[in-house]
């Protein structure tokens, strides 16, 4: 249980209650990197949109009233593969996320590091993925403190158009703009493997 707000992106993106979410990839646009995020009565709390010319990704996270909250892209120089996360449009690192082993092709977990953890020797939040990546469980630093999770739904659409779908429970008084941009990142890094997969099978 969460006893102390986490705020990484605003307060404004706290609930006292729990939240859950449904994002959605958006199957007809130009990238593969555009996502809609719902609340439970289909309201839209985020749009995320994909720079189709950025060489490393770029992502913009906008609220309804299309203010831009979050952008993201590739990490330019790393080992691991990972993503850096800003705050609104400017060059503010909120935090970066980087996959934990690249090795172990059928689970992806990321370690998390705020902007102001510079050495990175300890994470400061962990996001551990379920088998295949099906579905993932958000822990603060200390590996106990559950703030959210997410399940892929399979659906109708999901499987005809490519539609996928996220459901996701945040917990109370966590950053839900935190916890979408970790699925999104998780999921363009799954993306990813998935397609260097199927290259090199060809």
Known sequence: MVMNPITIVSSRFL??????????????????????????????????KQNFFSLFGR????????????????????????????????NEKIFCAKEQSPFFPIITSLNV???????????????????????CTIYAGDDTTIVAKMRKKHTFQSIALGKDRYDVTVYPNVDYAFIVALVVILQELNEEKNNDEKKSAK
């Open 15 to 48: 609930s006292s209650d729990q939240l859950d979410l449904k994002i959605e990839r958006k199957p007809f646009s130009l990238s593969q990197g555009d996502f809609t995020v719902t609340n439970t009565d289909g309201g839209v709390i985020f749009d995320i």
């Open 59 to 90: 992502r913009v996270m906008f609220d309804a009233a299309g203010i831009p909250v979050l952008s993201f892209h590739k990490k330019l120089w790393s080992f691991l593969p990972g993503w850096d996360v800003f705050r609104g449009d400017s």
């Open 113 to 135: 590091f705020l902007g102001c953890n510079t050495k990175e020797n300890v994470c400061d939040f962990e996001v551990k993925s379920g088998w295949f990546d099906e579905s």
